[in-house]
């Protein structure tokens, strides 16, 4: 009976598994194959419209982006035309303030007419029509270089076709400002209509007249208009280069097209398919500025082919008259589409003969497995009916060891059947501190847990998924978060084994609590992160920093390279930050720099990266640009989110950059060379006046070679010496007696001959050089008046500069005690120079620094009073004992009714504060009269004498009625 019952039990085990199996997997292969067929149709339909918003969508983009770029570079070519004016209305105004100090004895009109025999016939722009005009201020013709016949007329009542009076209204604005842009119309002789001009004028107040040019508007227009008909005819795209631009004007003349032979012709008659094509996008473009699309039978393809259906986007540029766009061939679609449906065709069938195959190996590998198991059962039969009666008294002694050891166990072990507890032992009581394991027992584990656990699963959820984990695996660990009895939440970890038994699987938990070892794990975590986020990003602002923007920077380049396209670095330095950190301290200094890292964070794209490198100085890297278009786009939303000032309480700033620019792969194809190209690149946006950006170009190199030369240079200069001072008297005029001289340092160049300060004092300035020149002129200047006071001469005081570094260094103090020492000379001989913003820019350092040196005994003067933002309850506690009057305010002293009050009050405020007073740069008798007259006695300039070297010095000492 026994032996019967094991057949029909290996029968039945052999054969429901099979038939089961075989019948799902019939039921499983049809759902797949009908999904497969239903997913094949749905793909073809996505297929074509993907294509079709993807041929519009960049057709828009393209030609959205191309007029993007056509507007910019007409604002940037209208605005680069106007500062080239501005230069060669400059250019001019020098060469007559050359051709004045030249010839300032001679009589005015004779001045004027060696200005006109110099540039009437001077002409300039790349056509040479560009020429330059002179005016006096009652709007008399002084030199007309376009029309001689004009010369001579008073035109201040000339109107342009607008009614403008063009004369007078510049004569107006110059007397508020020395320098103008101005437009108007013009008409020149032989011309029908008017034009208009875009011009700058520029007033000379030693001459009473004004210098000015202008350029035609329209020229401008056509040479931008010639460089966007260049781009467009150049623009091309698409995997074969087949894409093009066309363009046309509004009278159907062809600009730009992909049959460049059809450049110039008129195609406004064009008809096609009974459509007259080019009209309807003339009229279409005009009515809609914003674009729109349009389909049409088109009568050009690049390929040839004989389908010449097509879908446009076009959109017109009205400052140019123009109508240009751009679209694809309806062919190209249907192409795409025939290969899109032969590939997911041959997919579906791929898919469909592998799943049937899999199917078939599946089912034969089972039905012989179930023949093994079914073998094998009837073995493990025969010897479980003959173990079963030896054993039981066995298993009731196992079961009551197995209780103890359960109970006792250290380890927690809790039991689970269907997602409930149903046993657990003494040290899972105590784990969850539970009175008793009642509490414990016909629960679900995640009625003992927390509602989600740590990665944000809901425990009911997760706790089935282990659960199933174990059920399969046969085994599963994992950790998990519990709650105790009292509220406290702690860690597990957990080792879970499924147990049949009978119908059902128990899952045997063993516990074991990590709760200790789990915080150590998230404080080191914790830590790690931190290091190495400041390994890679700035403490202030949380930007990355120099070590990661290298690593970034590095990893763009490979992928720029890779899709062929580019990347731009900029170099951004914040225009006069330093000012915010004097005026209103570095706390607010650091508000600022956090708010402006705030808005380039949020103006750039996710994909790009802004880093700060140190102080005020900021690295933005765009990635992935198409063309240089996207850069430019990219710069202006960066500019534009600051034109909104930045708050501090009751005050507020205009945040303004100087940002250099280079491009991967023009200017640089590694990190390092991009770095420094837009580095050069900002220094060039400072040097041209702040608030721009400048794009790196290859003679910015060839500058900061030169100015690394001259550097080194200035080193062997110092070694060598080839420097050497020159003298400018200083003239009392109450006893016409020479009072001191002040100190002027030239370089007796080896190659260049005798070069004046401009050329290199700068340089030394920003490097320590300065320092070790200042020494040598403080050296030779006292030296040498040790000579001439030897000499019985009586120089008076010699008056030397002092540069910032040289006033901040903090052996200041006794490098003039040892140059005294050394030379021989007097403290009451010298007279150090310092400029005002130097002394305002930490008043009380300087009081205490000055103090220092008038206790020695040298006397400090103030030079280029006026220019800076001297504070008058300063002022009063300087122990400097002599103002100098700047001579920006003496040169308009006969003009400008503003300059003569600010040199009247600066007179006497030094009177009223004790203080001598002298005033520099005086070149005509008008205005040594006005400053004698307003009670200043003491004055230097050219009209006096300019620098001379110390033995035309000595020579004017001995006699100085002749200069006087």
Same mark, same amino acid.
């Given at each position: 009976?026994?032996?019967?019952?094991?057949?029909?039990?290996?029968?039945?085990?052999?054969?429901?598994?099979?038939?089961?199996?075989?019948?799902?997997?019939?039921?499983?292969?049809?759902?797949?194959?009908?999904?497969?067929?239903?997913?094949?149709?749905?793909?073809?339909?996505?297929?074509?419209?993907?294509?079709?918003?993807?041929?519009?969508?960049?057709?828009?983009?393209?030609?959205?982006?191309?007029?993007?770029?056509?507007?910019?570079?007409?604002?940037?070519?209208?605005?680069?035309?106007?500062?080239?004016?501005?230069?060669?209305?400059?250019?001019?105004?020098?060469?007559?303030?050359?051709?004045?100090?030249?010839?300032?004895?001679?009589?005015?009109?004779?001045?004027?007419?060696?200005?006109?025999?110099?540039?009437?016939?001077?002409?300039?722009?790349?056509?040479?029509?560009?020429?330059?005009?002179?005016?006096?201020?009652?709007?008399?013709?002084?030199?007309?270089?376009?029309?001689?016949?004009?010369?001579?007329?008073?035109?201040?009542?000339?109107?342009?076709?607008?009614?403008?009076?063009?004369?007078?209204?510049?004569?107006?604005?110059?007397?508020?400002?020395?320098?103008?842009?101005?437009?108007?119309?013009?008409?020149?002789?032989?011309?029908?209509?008017?034009?208009?001009?875009?011009?700058?004028?520029?007033?000379?107040?030693?001459?009473?007249?004004?210098?000015?040019?202008?350029?035609?508007?329209?020229?401008?227009?056509?040479?931008?208009?010639?460089?966007?008909?260049?781009?467009?005819?150049?623009?091309?795209?698409?995997?074969?280069?087949?894409?093009?631009?066309?363009?046309?004007?509004?009278?159907?003349?062809?600009?730009?097209?992909?049959?460049?032979?059809?450049?110039?012709?008129?195609?406004?008659?064009?008809?096609?398919?009974?459509?007259?094509?080019?009209?309807?996008?003339?009229?279409?473009?005009?009515?809609?500025?914003?674009?729109?699309?349009?389909?049409?039978?088109?009568?050009?393809?690049?390929?040839?082919?004989?389908?010449?259906?097509?879908?446009?986007?076009?959109?017109?540029?009205?400052?140019?008259?123009?109508?240009?766009?751009?679209?694809?061939?309806?062919?190209?679609?249907?192409?795409?589409?025939?290969?899109?449906?032969?590939?997911?065709?041959?997919?579906?069938?791929?898919?469909?003969?592998?799943?049937?195959?899999?199917?078939?190996?599946?089912?034969?590998?089972?039905?012989?497995?179930?023949?093994?198991?079914?073998?094998?059962?009837?073995?493990?039969?025969?010897? =479980? &009916?003959?173990? !079963?009666? @030896?054993?039981?008294?066995?298993?009731?002694?196992?079961? /009551?060891? %197995? $209780?103890? #050891?359960?109970?006792?166990?250290?380890?927690?072990?809790?039991?689970?059947?269907?997602?409930?507890?149903?046993?657990?032992?003494?040290?899972?009581?105590?784990?969850?501190?539970?009175?008793?394991?009642?509490?414990?027992?016909?629960?679900?584990?995640?009625?003992?847990?927390?509602?989600?656990?740590?990665?944000?699963?809901?425990? =009911? &959820?997760?706790? !089935?998924? @282990?659960?199933?984990?174990?059920?399969?695996?046969?085994? /599963?660990? %994992? $950790?998990? #978060?519990?709650?105790?009895?009292?509220?406290?939440?702690?860690?597990?970890?957990?080792?879970?084994?499924?147990?049949?038994?009978?119908?059902?699987?128990?899952?045997?938990?063993?516990?074991?609590?990590?709760?200790?070892?789990?915080?150590?794990?998230?404080?080191?975590?914790?830590?790690?992160?931190?290091?190495?986020?400041?390994?890679?990003?700035?403490? !202030?602002?949380?930007?990355?920093?120099?070590?990661?923007?290298?690593?970034?920077?590095?990893?763009?380049?490979?992928?720029?390279?890779?899709?062929?396209?580019?990347?731009?670095?900029?170099?951004?330095?914040?225009?006069?930050?330093?000012?915010?950190?004097?005026?209103?301290?570095?706390?607010?200094?650091?508000?600022?720099?956090?708010?402006?890292?705030?808005?380039?964070?949020?103006?750039?794209?996710?994909?790009?990266?802004?880093?700060?490198?140190?102080?005020?100085?900021?690295?933005?890297?765009?990635?992935?640009?198409?063309?240089?278009?996207?850069?430019?786009?990219?710069?202006?939303?960066?500019?534009?989110?600051?034109?909104?000032?930045?708050?501090?309480?009751?005050?507020?700033?205009?945040?303004?950059?100087?940002?250099?620019?280079?491009?991967?792969?023009?200017?640089?194809?590694?990190?390092?060379?991009?770095?420094?190209?837009?580095?050069?690149?900002?220094?060039?946006?400072?040097?041209?006046?702040?608030?721009?950006?400048?794009?790196?170009?290859?003679?910015?190199?060839?500058?900061?070679?030169?100015?690394?030369?001259?550097?080194?240079?200035?080193?062997?200069?110092?070694?060598?010496?080839?420097?050497?001072?020159?003298?400018?008297?200083?003239?009392?005029?109450?006893?016409?007696?020479?009072?001191?001289?002040?100190?002027?340092?030239?370089?007796?160049?080896?190659?260049?001959?005798?070069?004046?300060?401009?050329?290199?004092?700068?340089?030394?300035?920003?490097?320590?050089?300065?320092?070790?020149?200042?020494?040598?002129?403080?050296?030779?200047?006292?030296?040498?008046?040790?000579?001439?006071?030897?000499?019985?001469?009586?120089?008076?005081?010699?008056?030397?500069?002092?540069?910032?570094?040289?006033?901040?260094?903090?052996?200041?103090?006794?490098?003039?005690?040892?140059?005294?020492?050394?030379?021989?000379?007097?403290?009451?001989?010298?007279?150090?120079?310092?400029?005002?913003?130097?002394?305002?820019?930490?008043?009380?350092?300087?009081?205490?620094?000055?103090?220092?040196?008038?206790?020695?005994?040298?006397?400090?003067?103030?030079?280029?009073?006026?220019?800076?933002?001297?504070?008058?309850?300063?002022?009063?506690?300087?122990?400097?004992?002599?103002?100098?009057?700047?001579?920006?305010?003496?040169?308009?002293?006969?003009?400008?009714?503003?300059?003569?009050?600010?040199?009247?009050?600066?007179?006497?405020?030094?009177?009223?504060?004790?203080?001598?007073?002298?005033?520099?740069?005086?070149?005509?008798?008008?205005?040594?009269?006005?400053?004698?007259?307003?009670?200043?006695?003491?004055?230097?300039?050219?009209?006096?004498?300019?620098?001379?070297?110390?033995?035309?010095?000595?020579?004017?000492?001995?006699?100085?009625?002749?200069?006087?």
């Amino acid at each position: 009976m026994i032996g019967m019952l094991k057949k029909d039990i290996t029968k039945w085990i052999i054969l429901l598994p099979a038939f089961a199996v075989l019948l799902t997997s019939l039921i499983i292969l049809s759902i797949v194959i009908t999904s497969e067929i239903a997913t094949y149709n749905k793909s073809i339909e996505e297929a074509h419209v993907e294509y079709v918003k993807s041929a519009k969508f960049q057709a828009q983009d393209r030609i959205d982006k191309l007029i993007a770029y056509i507007d910019f570079n007409e604002k940037f070519v209208f605005n680069e035309a106007k500062e080239e004016v501005r230069t060669i209305v400059n250019v001019g105004y020098g060469l007559m303030m050359d051709i004045y100090k030249e010839n300032s004895t001679l009589p005015r009109q004779e001045i004027l007419e060696k200005i006109k025999i110099k540039l009437r016939n001077t002409r300039f722009f790349n056509d040479l029509s560009g020429y330059y005009f002179i005016y006096d201020m009652h709007g008399v013709n002084i030199m007309h270089g376009g029309d001689s016949r004009l010369e001579g007329q008073n035109l201040s009542a000339l109107q342009d076709v607008n009614g403008k009076f063009i004369i007078q209204d510049v004569i107006e604005r110059l007397k508020k400002n020395n320098e103008i842009f101005n437009e108007w119309m013009w008409k020149n002789s032989g011309e029908s209509g008017f034009r208009k001009k875009i011009g700058f004028d520029k007033y000379v107040p030693a001459l009473g007249v004004f210098i000015g040019s202008a350029r035609y508007e329209d020229e401008i227009r056509e040479k931008i208009k010639k460089e966007t008909q260049k781009l467009l005819l150049n623009t091309r795209y698409g995997e074969s280069g087949d894409g093009y631009i066309f363009a046309y004007d509004y009278d159907g003349i062809t600009i730009s097209h992909g049959d460049t032979s059809l450049v110039g012709q008129n195609r406004k008659s064009v008809v096609s398919n009974g459509q007259f094509i080019i009209r309807d996008i003339i009229e279409g473009a005009r009515i809609n500025p914003e674009g729109f699309f349009m389909a049409y039978q088109s009568t050009y393809r690049p390929n040839a082919a004989s389908d010449k259906s097509k879908v446009s986007f076009i959109r017109a540029i009205p400052q140019f008259g123009w109508i240009i766009g751009t679209g694809t061939y309806i062919a190209e679609e249907q192409k795409a589409l025939l290969g899109r449906t032969s590939m997911i065709k041959a997919k579906m069938k791929e898919t469909i003969s592998q799943i049937t195959l899999v199917s078939v190996i599946i089912i034969f590998i089972i039905l012989w497995v179930m023949f093994i198991v079914s073998h094998k059962i009837q073995t493990i039969l025969s010897r =479980y &009916e003959n173990h !079963l009666l @030896m054993s039981n008294e066995k298993i009731k002694e196992q079961k /009551h060891i %197995f $209780e103890i #050891l359960y109970q006792k166990s250290a380890d927690g072990i809790m039991l689970i059947r269907d997602n409930v507890v149903i046993d657990c032992n003494e040290s899972v009581v105590k784990m969850f501190k539970a009175q008793n394991k009642e509490e414990l027992i016909d629960v679900s584990p995640s009625e003992l847990s927390p509602a989600f656990q740590p990665d944000g699963q809901n425990s =009911y &959820e997760k706790s !089935l998924k @282990m659960d199933a984990l174990a059920v399969e695996n046969g085994m /599963h660990k %994992f $950790e998990w #978060l519990a709650r105790r009895s009292d509220g406290d939440v702690f860690w597990l970890s957990i080792v879970m084994t499924a147990i049949r038994v009978k119908e059902s699987v128990v899952l045997h938990c063993s516990m074991r609590d990590i709760t200790m070892r789990k915080a150590l794990e998230d404080e080191n975590k914790k830590q790690k992160q931190l290091l190495v986020h400041q390994v890679e990003h700035d403490i !202030l602002t949380g930007l990355p920093n120099r070590n990661l923007l290298q690593d970034r920077l590095a990893q763009a380049i490979k992928k720029a390279h890779r899709d062929e396209s580019v990347l731009a670095v900029l170099f951004v330095d914040i225009d006069k930050f330093k000012s915010v950190n004097d005026t209103l301290g570095h706390d607010a200094g650091d508000i600022l720099l956090k708010t402006i890292a705030t808005r380039m964070r949020t103006n750039i794209r996710d994909t790009d990266t802004v880093a700060r490198l140190s102080g005020d100085e900021f690295i933005i890297l765009f990635d992935g640009c198409k063309d240089i278009s996207d850069v430019f786009i990219a710069i202006k939303k960066l500019l534009n989110a600051f034109n909104e000032p930045v708050s501090f309480g009751n005050d507020s700033f205009k945040v303004t950059m100087s940002i250099g620019v280079s491009v991967y792969p023009n200017d640089g194809e590694n990190a390092s060379k991009l770095l420094r190209n837009a580095d050069l690149a900002m220094y060039r946006a400072k040097a041209e006046g702040r608030n721009r950006y400048k794009f790196f170009d290859a003679e910015m190199n060839n500058e900061t070679n030169e100015h690394l030369a001259i550097e080194k240079s200035l080193a062997h200069a110092l070694y060598n010496h080839e420097f050497v001072l020159y003298y400018q008297p200083q003239i009392n005029l109450q006893n016409e007696k020479i009072v001191g001289f002040e100190a002027l340092i030239r370089w007796q160049h080896p190659e260049k001959g005798l070069v004046m300060p401009s050329y290199f004092i700068h340089i030394a300035e920003e490097s320590d050089l300065i320092i070790e020149i200042g020494k040598w002129v403080t050296m030779e200047a006292m030296k040498q008046m040790k000579v001439w006071y030897d000499a019985g001469l009586n120089p008076g005081k010699v008056a030397i500069n002092f540069a910032g570094k040289q006033l901040e260094s903090p052996e200041l103090t006794q490098c003039m005690l040892n140059c005294l020492k050394e030379s021989g000379c007097s403290a009451k001989w010298i007279e150090m120079e310092v400029v005002e913003r130097f002394i305002m820019h930490d008043t009380q350092k300087s009081i205490t620094l000055l103090s220092h040196l008038r206790e020695i005994g040298i006397d400090i003067s103030i030079d280029d009073f006026g220019t800076g933002h001297s504070s008058l309850a300063y002022l009063k506690q300087l122990p400097i004992t002599k103002l100098k009057i700047d001579q920006s305010f003496v040169q308009n002293l006969e003009n400008s009714k503003e300059d003569r009050a600010i040199a009247k009050t600066i007179i006497e405020l030094g009177r009223g504060l004790g203080l001598t007073v002298l005033a520099e740069g005086v070149e005509t008798l008008g205005q040594k009269e006005f400053i004698y007259q307003s009670g200043c006695e003491l004055m230097q300039g050219y009209f006096f004498s300019r620098p001379i070297s110390a033995e035309n010095a000595e020579k004017l000492l001995k006699n100085q009625s002749e200069m006087l």
